[in-house]
DNA sequence: TTTTATGCAAAAGATTTGCACAGTA
DNA sequence: TACTGTGCAAATCTTTTGCATAAAA
């Protein structure tokens, strides 16, 4: 399964590509090289640069989905045709993912007005969720 | 007028704060930390590390809007109330900025939805610009 | 055997920070 | 004068790169 994703695109197949892709597929959310680094590596010796090697590698080939998330960190997930965007803590980083992406349509008005080809967007929502809004509340009240 | 909104923060008056401002009045497009301290250096001496500081301390207060994009850099923008969202051309980088910003229903579904306040999000379309589809299409033609 | 992947260490780029001095209120 | 802002240089953090070796086709 795996290994035809990578000799699709004319990859060779190896233990590090394989335990990236495998730590990618059972991540709910996005993770940043260092995340998956430090996970592979409870597998298969691997090195940091490899790390993003790979990721950079994969993701030019279209197999992984890239993303310079607002805490100014790179996440990496995989491509599945519906990708997801994330609603994030900007006090504990919980992440939320979002069902839909509602920004088909517009893209379709972009193309129009602008004569661009649209390839991609980036969309992150940012917040406070309930717990820490709680919290917050808690101290407000010295409790 | 901007004497007012430095003041108003808490902040003292200072010849690079003005600069800052007074630059980034004048952007139509956000710009980076980079972009606007080679700008202010024509009019004030100024150190490159105080163009961050400067820009971290406004966009606290809330005079600014930060924005990490795709590219990988930082980028300010005076926050008027109408903020604006972006298409970069991938090749040369030309920006056009989209003029509504389409996502305040969306944010209102995610609240009941998730419980969570929403403080900002962040929005970035990226393609290729006419132009550089049609070099793109010459060069493919041997043209 | 030929091509591609990897490790290691060093480099790069953007941003932040410590500390002494200068400027504002 | 008291507090805040600034310059300079060094530090930090993430990501990239050069080169020699190892592994895949």
Redesign the interface.
Do not use: K, Y
């Given at each position: 399964m795996d290994k035809n994703v990578l000799k699709f695109s004319d990859l060779k197949t190896t233990k590090r590509r394989m335990a990236i892709l495998a730590v990618l597929e059972n991540s709910a959310l996005p993770m940043t090289a260092e995340e998956i680094y430090s996970r592979v590596i409870n597998d298969v010796h691997m090195s940091l640069s490899t790390a993003y090697r790979t990721l950079g590698t994969l993701s030019e080939k279209g197999i992984l989905l890239k993303?310079?998330?607002?805490d100014?960190k790179t996440y990496y997930q995989m491509n599945s045709h519906q990708h997801k965007h994330h609603?994030v803590?900007?006090l504990c980083n919980s992440t939320?993912p979002?069902d839909d992406c509602?920004?088909s349509k517009?893209?379709e008005n972009?193309i129009q007005q602008?004569?661009?080809?649209?390839?991609?967007?980036?969309?992150?929502?940012?917040?406070?969720?309930?717990k820490c809004?709680k919290h917050s509340s808690d101290a407000g009240f010295n409790d």
């Open positions: 993303n310079l998330s607002q100014g609603l803590c900007t939320v979002i509602p920004l517009i893209e972009l602008t004569g661009f080809t649209i390839t991609g967007h980036s969309l992150e929502f940012s917040g406070i969720c309930p809004s």
